[in-house]
């Protein structure tokens, strides 16, 4: 097996990222962030690249923190806050800022930092036999990796709140339920269901694409009249690209676009 803890598969118009340590259920270390960090920037400058899918190999996506790095040779128990600053708050806004739509496959259970990582990307698809777990509770912490900021927003207070506090794992099922992810299909389909997601964002209008990915983000915080303004600014920019007057040409002739993916 590849001794990676990245694995990069570079394919037609997308990038696939896998999490690749499954001995330690794909548990981050900072060697781990490196590479990572390093994979989403190369995707990011290739102009070829219109979408990208994170997984993770073997029976999980992730547990988040691999928590051997937070024990010293001498048994203290290292405060966590410089990793967050580092490695997990950089990576949750790198996702969330792509000029690209990033797909996430949880195949397995996704815990703490990584279940945020995950909920973090554009559209979530998990395995049936797939969980959602904030542990944080468990050892006294508070959600991180923007687990306080998504949480409320995907589900609602209530339901954040009680995930949060109560540290219990919910099944994929639940998850899509709730609003928490895009869709839960069977185990044997998930990189395949994927991957189709990917295939279909290689060839879309990327440019507003990423533009749709702003106008939300940028709603969690705005007010009406602000966001009303923002859709305008956006729409003049997205209709100045050369993809709009593409897919006008498309829709009229009635024939299939053909998008120019230009960012």
């Not at 991957?195 to 983000?217: M, N, S, V, Y």
Request: hydrophobic share 45%; glycine share 8%; with cysteine.
């Amino acid at each position: 097996m590849d001794e990676s803890p990245i694995l990069i598969e570079r394919r037609d118009g997308f990038r696939i990222l896998t999490l690749n340590r499954p001995a330690r259920l794909n548990a981050f270390t900072i060697p781990m962030h490196q590479v990572l960090a390093e994979a989403i920037a190369d995707a990011e400058r290739d102009a070829s690249c219109r979408a990208l899918l994170l997984t993770g190999t073997g029976r999980a996506f992730s547990t988040g923190q691999d928590l051997n790095e937070r024990v010293t040779a001498s048994g203290d128990v290292v405060v966590p806050g410089e990793a967050l600053q580092k490695y997990y708050n950089p990576l949750v806004l790198k996702l969330r800022a792509l000029p690209f739509p990033v797909v996430c496959a949880v195949n397995g259970i996704a815990a703490g930092a990584s279940c945020n990582i995950a909920l973090a990307c554009d559209i979530v698809l998990a395995a049936r036999s797939a969980s959602f777990l904030q542990p944080f509770a468990r050892l006294g912490l508070v959600p991180d990796a923007g687990g306080t900021w998504l949480l409320p927003r995907l589900i609602g207070q209530a339901r954040a709140r009680g995930l949060a506090l109560l540290a219990e794992p919910i099944s994929a099922e639940q998850a899509e339920q709730w609003g928490l992810i895009w869709k839960v299909v069977d185990d044997a389909v998930l990189m395949s269901e994927a991957e189709k997601l990917c295939t279909h964002f290689a060839t879309a209008p990327t440019f507003g694409l990423a533009q749709i990915k702003r106008a939300f983000d940028a709603a969690e915080d705005n007010d009406l009249s602000t966001q009303l303004d923002l859709e305008r600014t956006l729409q003049r920019e997205s209709g100045s690209h050369p993809d709009y007057a593409e897919g006008v040409k498309a829709f009229l002739g009635k024939r299939k676009p053909v998008f120019t993916g230009k960012r």
